[in-house]
């Protein structure tokens, strides 16, 4: 079994709340079920009802990330905005390392119910960005462009800063936009 292979199947459970992943620590063990009323939802969800769910959920998380985050969060944020930002990653590492972004933010909200939820909508909305941005040049390049860029960093900033109300700001405008790109 490959790496890709062993990677794709812990974030398939992490998703499923099976698994916990904690960057140079490993794999750990959290449920012995999955949370399948959850993910019945999330299949039959459209994607845009996905969408608004983290609107709710990011936002909030972006403003109390600006409250609590702590150096070590900071760090981490930074180290995703750089690896998504990264010349030359495939279209699915390029996901990955946005979802990776995004789940840094929710992580250094320090909310283990925001974060649950977070991991939750990865299985459903990875493969429809991939699907997305194969499909449509100008969500390609909106994903990828320097506006989006910068939206990104503005948000590390904002939190960097604790200022929470521009970080939900942000994260807000950052979804909504997304949104409107899926719709």
Not at 12 to 41: I, N, P, Y
Not at 58 to 74: G, K, N, Y
Not at 105 to 111: F, K, M, S, T
Request: hydrophobic content about 50%; charged content about 25%.
């Amino acid at each position: 079994m490959g790496r890709s292979t062993i990677r794709e199947a812990i974030r398939e459970l992490a998703g499923k709340g099976v698994l916990a992943t904690r960057q140079g620590s490993g794999a750990f063990l959290t449920a012995l079920e999955t949370a399948d009323e959850r993910e019945s939802t999330l299949r039959r969800a459209s994607i845009v009802a996905v969408i608004e769910a983290r609107i709710a959920i990011e936002s909030e998380a972006a403003a109390l990330a600006a409250l609590r985050r702590s150096p070590t969060d900071l760090r981490a944020l930074r180290r995703g905005l750089a690896e998504r930002s990264r010349a030359g990653l495939s279209l699915a590492a390029y996901v990955d390392a946005d979802m990776a972004l995004h789940r840094a933010v929710v992580g250094a909200a320090h909310n283990e119910v925001l974060l649950d939820l977070f991991d939750g909508f990865v299985p459903r909305i990875r493969p429809a960005m991939i699907e997305m941005l194969q499909h449509s040049s100008s969500a390609t390049e909106a994903a990828g462009g320097a506006a989006d860029l910068a939206a990104h960093a503005a948000l590390v900033d904002a939190i960097a800063d604790r200022d929470a109300t521009a970080a939900a700001d942000l994260s807000r405008t950052h979804l909504s936009d997304l949104k409107a790109a899926l719709a």
